[in-house]
């Protein structure tokens, strides 16, 4: 199985701060990785897919960046709508994984 | 609109079963892959299984093979899942979701989870 392994864990920052979260696979995935936010008690929702396409609606102060084994999620200027939980997840190969989040915080 | 309703859940004893459902509605059910990712209490999410269009293909997480059985009915837009020897490391909110294929020239198809229902909690406890 492939191994996702996201750092921070969280992270405290402010509103207008820029914001970047890695994710590491454990094995090449190419491109094939995509990144959620989850609020509290909601389900997550799709930012990013196949590294660096924003999904339709969502701001473009997200972007996401990286190949092969390491990815990043960047948010330009954070919002108060934007402190969450954030999940990388692979579509290489099965079982799809997800990495453990990260969850950010307002300092 | 898309719409992913889930429903089903509920506590059950170790040992028993339970089958959660999805209703789908505001796109061509039968066109896309469906999966069941889950989440236990104040944990990260877990894929548990996907199901190809016609029901022809399906793949579970190791933890659940030969436990759990995914299954879908184009004619009414549902997913389902069957869940038999429930164990307590089962207790989650399961989601159903929707996979979206999308062709990138130097990649080839990639999958995604496009659209997500509100999810239905599953407790396994005596």
């Known amino acids: 199985d492939i191994q996702m392994t996201q750092s921070p864990s969280s992270l405290s920052a402010s509103v207008g701060d820029r914001v970047t979260i890695t994710c590491r696979a454990s094995?090449?995935?190419?491109?094939?990785l995509n990144w959620y936010q989850q609020k509290p008690g909601k389900a997550p929702k799709l930012l990013i897919y196949?590294?660096?396409s924003l999904q339709s609606g969502v701001p473009s102060r997200f972007s996401g960046s990286g190949s092969g084994t390491d990815f990043t999620l960047t948010i330009s200027s954070l919002q108060p709508e934007d402190f969450a939980t954030y999940y990388c997840?692979?579509?290489?190969?099965?079982?799809?994984?997800f990495g453990q989040g990260t969850k950010l915080e307002i300092k | 609109e898309v719409q992913l309703v889930e429903s089903g859940g509920g506590l059950v004893q170790p040992g028993g079963s339970l089958r959660l459902s999805c209703a789908a509605s505001?796109?061509?059910?039968?066109?896309?892959?469906m999966s069941w990712v889950r989440q236990a209490p104040g944990k990260g999410l877990e894929w548990v299984a996907n199901?190809?269009?016609?029901?022809?293909?399906?793949y579970y997480v190791d933890s659940v093979k030969g436990r759990f059985t995914i299954s879908r009915d184009n004619a009414k837009n549902s997913l389902y899942l069957q869940m038999n020897s429930l164990r307590a490391e089962d207790t989650a909110v399961y989601y159903c979701?929707?996979?979206?294929?999308?062709?990138?020239?130097?990649?080839?198809?990639?999958?995604?989870?496009?659209?997500w229902g509100q999810g239905t909690l599953v407790t396994v406890s005596s």
């Open positions: 979701a929707r996979v979206k294929l999308s062709y990138d020239i130097l990649t080839g198809y990639i999958s995604y989870f496009d659209y």
């Open positions: 505001g796109f061509t059910f039968s066109s896309y892959w």
């Open positions: 199901i190809k269009q016609d029901g022809s293909e399906k």
């Open positions: 094995q090449s995935i190419s491109s094939y």
């Open positions: 196949a590294a660096s």
């Open positions: 997840q692979q579509s290489y190969s099965n079982p799809r994984t």
